[in-house]
């Protein structure tokens, strides 16, 4: 009995051993993996890395609680910080979409739009449609949450923000 014993368990890690073996031999490394959250593919460009952390702010923008937003004209990539909140995880992915009247005020042109951000990620840089030309605009910043399980939107927050173009 124990000889029978001592070879079932010899079987047993020769099998978890080679298994261990074939998992480290054949594993794609995490950074090869494209994010998903539920088969969902999310914004690749969405962090938890604050770029030039440490060497004061970045050129070009400024963001005070998503009332102002100041950029250089004709640029149409910008450095910016647009947050998922760790708190919403497993509940929400967001959406951020900037959008500015068109020029008959009936309608609004999209300026940028982000794809899916993960909860506690940020996205730090967005490209516009376009350059802006100098002056001051109304804008609208919508932050659209997305149920995880589902991906039916939830109520949606708006913001008035104040785009100052240098």
Do not use: W
């Amino acid at each position: 009995m124990k000889r029978i014993l001592f070879i079932a368990s010899s079987i047993t890690l020769t099998i978890l051993l080679a298994f261990d073996i074939i998992l480290l031999c054949c594993v794609v490394p995490m950074e090869e993996v494209q994010q998903t959250t539920g088969g969902v593919v999310l914004d690749p460009n969405a962090t938890d890395e604050r770029p030039n952390e440490g060497q004061g702010a970045l050129p070009g923008v400024t963001v005070s609680g998503f009332s102002a937003l100041t950029i250089m004209s004709e640029l149409d990539t910008i450095a910016i910080d647009l947050y998922n909140p760790i708190e919403n995880n497993g509940l929400y992915i967001m959406t951020f979409e900037f959008r500015l009247p068109d020029e008959s005020e009936q309608g609004y042109e999209v300026l940028f739009k982000t794809g899916y951000v993960a909860p506690g990620k940020h996205i730090y840089q967005v490209t516009l449609a376009h350059g802006l030309a100098a002056g001051e605009y109304t804008g609208q910043l919508l932050v659209q949450p997305y149920r995880m399980s589902d991906l039916t939107p939830t109520n949606n927050v708006s913001a008035v923000v104040k785009l100052t173009v240098k």
